[in-house]
């Protein structure tokens, strides 16, 4: 069946710092794919997303691309901020499905 | 616009007791999810309905959780008798009908099963 792995976490990083958290996947035709973030105290919500190989979604500084080669996709930021702290989830979706699944989230901390 | 609404925000309970959760979707949203969130872990999906009917409940445990959209607007989901592993966050989200159309997720319920 379809599956989402990341990176481990807790990631820990200074403000300013570059940051990638890995994600792969494992699926059966086009998957859609996306980074879902939720900060503390709150529901998740939609960082990115792509939907079709080498699409690259982007958003609030953090970027993605859809890798068919290699059935990633990597999460990336220049430089971080105290504010990016938070629990960072890649997920898929399939062709002409809604339901997602979901990898088990990295937790993020941001150091001023 | 209003989000997705969840009630209630925190539950503790003893195992084989019950429990139902609350979600009342975004106005117009067809499609509503149920997903549960254990420590550590992704979501994961528990039920779809679109409108009133069930989509997808492949991993809905059925001998003890049940979920209901009656009316194709808010949802109850149910807990009856619960076990010490069904504690967890219970996420719920609604999107429009339509592929790729982004879910919009409540703050979720914390359920803690004692």
């Known amino acids: 069946g379809n599956s989402v792995t990341q990176m481990e976490g807790p990631v820990t990083l200074s403000e300013e710092a570059f940051l990638t958290i890995n994600c792969t996947y494992t699926a059966t035709g086009y998957p859609s794919l996306f980074w879902y973030v939720q900060y503390p105290g709150e529901g998740l919500q939609l960082l990115l997303k792509a939907t079709k190989a080498d699409d690259k979604g982007s958003n609030k500084g953090f970027e993605a691309t859809y890798r068919k080669e290699t059935t990633s996709f990597h999460l990336e930021k220049g430089s971080v901020q105290v504010s990016d702290s938070a629990v960072y989830f890649c997920a898929l979706s399939e062709q002409g499905a809604q339901k997602l699944v979901f990898g088990q989230g990295t937790r993020l901390t941001i150091n001023p | 616009e209003a989000g997705v609404a969840q009630s209630p925000r925190y539950k503790i309970i003893e195992k084989r007791q019950s429990v139902a959760f609350w979600c009342n979707p975004i106005s117009g949203h067809a499609t509503l999810y149920w997903y549960q969130q254990i420590l550590g872990q992704g979501p994961k999906l528990l039920i779809q309905f679109q409108n009133n009917g069930v989509v997808d409940d492949s991993q809905l445990p059925k001998d003890r959780f049940s979920a209901e959209r009656l009316k194709g607007v808010d949802s109850t989901l149910k807990i009856q008798p619960a076990k010490l592993e069904d504690s967890a966050v219970y996420l719920c989200?609604?999107?429009?009908?339509?592929?790729?159309?982004?879910?919009?997720f409540g703050s979720g319920t914390q359920l803690s099963v004692l």
């Open positions: 989200a609604s999107s429009w009908t339509g592929s790729n159309e982004k879910l919009f």
